[in-house]
């Protein structure tokens, strides 16, 4: 996937590692800001660690994400595609150098700020632990609901979260 000597051709500027604990490295303080195409797992992960975000979107719900990080959350710069639908080395230039330079701070504290806004979501008061209480509450309220509870958790893996409110209902 990479040119030929590339990594060798860079070894002295940087680090090409196969996998890396993407939590870890986010939470570093000299970490200042992530390359993403979007996915909801890394846009989830670098909201929860208050990074700002380069979005580089392919397919599906990406260019979602890439709107709510960079034009609703205005926490990142995204990439541009040319007319050849490639993105130039200058454009890559311009949104690194906004999210490490004079634009970055702000970034940097809107991000924080959504951070905050996502831990308080996740405590147990939490608008998201609210949620789930209510969504689990209709369900078994549901007849039919359980019974495609008991079908989707016997065929998938569930959250630990929702496996422990089911617990805690005694549904699992």
Not at 42 to 70: H, K, W
Not at 130 to 141: P, R, V
Request: glycine share 6%.
């Amino acid at each position: 996937m990479l040119p030929e000597g590339f990594i060798e051709n860079t070894k002295d500027r940087g680090l090409i590692i196969p996998w890396a604990p993407q939590l870890q490295v986010l939470a570093h303080p000299a970490v200042g800001g992530l390359l993403t195409h979007c996915g909801w797992n890394s846009t989830l992960e670098a909201v929860s660690m208050g990074v700002p975000l380069v979005p580089f979107p392919i397919v599906s719900d990406q260019t979602t994400n890439c709107t709510f990080l960079c034009d609703v959350w205005k926490t990142g710069v995204p990439l541009r595609r040319n007319v050849q639908q490639k993105v130039d080395s200058s454009d890559v230039d311009r949104a690194v150098t906004a999210v490490l330079g004079g634009e970055g701070e702000l970034l940097r504290k809107r991000a924080m700020d959504l951070r905050k806004s996502a831990s308080l979501a996740m405590r147990p008061s939490g608008s998201s632990s609210t949620h789930i209480e209510d969504f689990m509450s209709n369900l078994i309220k549901s007849r039919d609901g359980l019974n495609q509870l008991s079908s989707s958790v016997a065929n998938a893996q569930i959250p630990k979260s929702l496996t422990r409110v089911l617990e805690t209902q005694n549904l699992l």
